[in-house]
């Protein structure tokens, strides 16, 4: 129907630019808040770069040689839509293995294009119009983006430094609507390194059977603990049929260029999900699925290494921190760290800013993680141990610089 402010003559009026073409949720969402620093930093000299959650090591040789091997051979055809059979049959014995989850590799696992695709895919399997995501804030910043294209509508449930970042079953409920239908989880977190326990989880799951949730659980840094070992939401009584369990290869083996990730669910949640997939991607690349195969199959050795390598780092980051005056919660899991600059005078995009401009460190502002983000700063710990002294010596030149003002 013509609106009737366009008619003019029988000719309908022209839009005023090309941005009247685009849609209302594209139009309303922003760009990338760590994106953007990371593109402030891209071309400085002397620049240390804390901002961007990227492994600093190569994928490991084994793993690249056989993606080359492959590709000598002529594998460079597409695969089943939802991977291939070997690569799904290797992930539920990982999970089996390590998590203590089963899936069925021919109903309950599909392989995606990172572990971001599968994410988005059980969104908009999930939502209708109107429906409520419950999202734990401080959290990774594509689920509320996401959320709104898939014409949801993203609630924040603010988590504290004093819980150590974990989400309380008083939180949820309080958050909880009649319109409420999904429950993302980011643990352990970006940006916080928070992580969930056994413990932790068994209030969570009692709210979330209670009230007929839908939980999507992105486990992308399940590997990387320190301490306590990773629990999946999907592990715990009852819970497995409810979950979509995500997660991918980027973090823990350091392949996040190859873009390659899977979810795992229930078999209709994984059917939906799949159709969406078939006209979108078709699938993820042959290459990519034999170098995660060979990773799940011969990379652990090298997984414990660079998780041991982060540990180090994390050590000594938390205790720089803490040594030029800035409170920090100890993370437990990624490789973030989240230290307070509340009381310095400025908010976190000012500290990020001024930290940048000023001496050549980019870090991310944590208020574009949601509520409970304000008055911190998301810093990556992986990067190397020279780049982590010198920056933290940057830093506490500012926040002398700051105090003194």
């Excluded at 941005?19 to 309303?28: E, G, I, K, T």
């Excluded at 240390?48 to 994928?59: K, M």
């Excluded at 989850?101 to 294009?113: C, F, G, N, R, S």
């Excluded at 230290?339 to 001024?354: C, K």
Aim: include cysteine; glycine fraction near 8%; charged fraction near 20%.
């Amino acid at each position: 129907m013509i609106k009737d402010e366009e008619k003019q003559t029988g000719t309908l009026t022209r839009r005023a630019s090309m941005a009247d073409y685009l849609s209302p949720q594209v139009r309303s969402i922003k760009p990338s808040g760590i994106r953007r620093f990371f593109d402030l930093a891209s071309g400085r000299k002397d620049i240390i770069t804390l901002g961007v959650g990227e492994p600093d090591f190569v994928t490991p040789w084994h793993v690249r040689e056989a993606s080359v091997y492959a590709l000598e051979m002529g594998k460079t055809q597409y695969t089943s839509n939802a991977g291939t059979p070997e690569l799904r049959e290797e992930i539920g014995i990982y999970l089996k293995r390590e998590f203590d989850v089963a899936y069925d590799p021919a109903k309950e696992v599909l392989v995606t294009v990172g572990g971001s695709e599968a994410i988005d895919l059980a969104l908009r399997a999930l939502i209708s119009p109107g429906d409520e995501i419950l999202v734990p804030e401080p959290c990774y910043i594509s689920y509320s983006p996401i959320t709104a294209l898939s014409g949801g509508v993203p609630v924040g449930v603010e988590t504290f430094a004093k819980d150590q970042f974990k989400l309380t079953a008083e939180s949820l409920k309080a958050s909880i609507t009649p319109r409420s239908k999904v429950l993302i989880l980011c643990y352990p977190s970006n940006p916080t390194g928070g992580i969930m326990t056994y413990e932790d989880w068994m209030p969570i799951a009692k709210v979330v059977e209670e009230h007929d949730l839908i939980v999507i659980s992105d486990e992308i840094y399940a590997e990387l603990t320190y301490g306590s070992k990773h629990v999946s939401f999907a592990s715990l009584p009852g819970m497995k049929d409810r979950t979509i369990l995500v997660s991918g290869f980027s973090k823990a083996f350091a392949m996040t260029g190859w873009r390659i990730g899977y979810a795992c669910g229930h078999p209709e949640l994984i059917s939906a999900m799949l159709k969406i997939h078939q006209y979108t991607v078709m699938c993820a690349s042959n290459m990519a699925q034999i170098a995660a195969l060979e990773a799940l199959r011969n990379g652990m050795d090298e997984k414990n290494r660079m998780v041991e390598s982060y540990n180090q780092r994390r050590r000594l980051i938390v205790q720089g921190f803490r040594d030029i005056g800035l409170q920090c919660h100890e993370p437990q899991g990624a490789f973030y760290a989240f230290p307070s600059i509340a009381g310095l005078g400025v908010t976190s995009e000012e500290f990020a800013t001024g930290l940048l401009n000023e001496h050549n460190v980019a870090a991310v502002p944590g208020d574009v993680f949601g509520l409970g983000g304000e008055g911190h700063l998301r810093c990556s710990y992986a990067t190397s141990v020279t780049l982590i002294t010198e920056a933290i010596d940057r830093i506490g030149q500012y926040v002398r610089k700051l105090k003194e003002n």
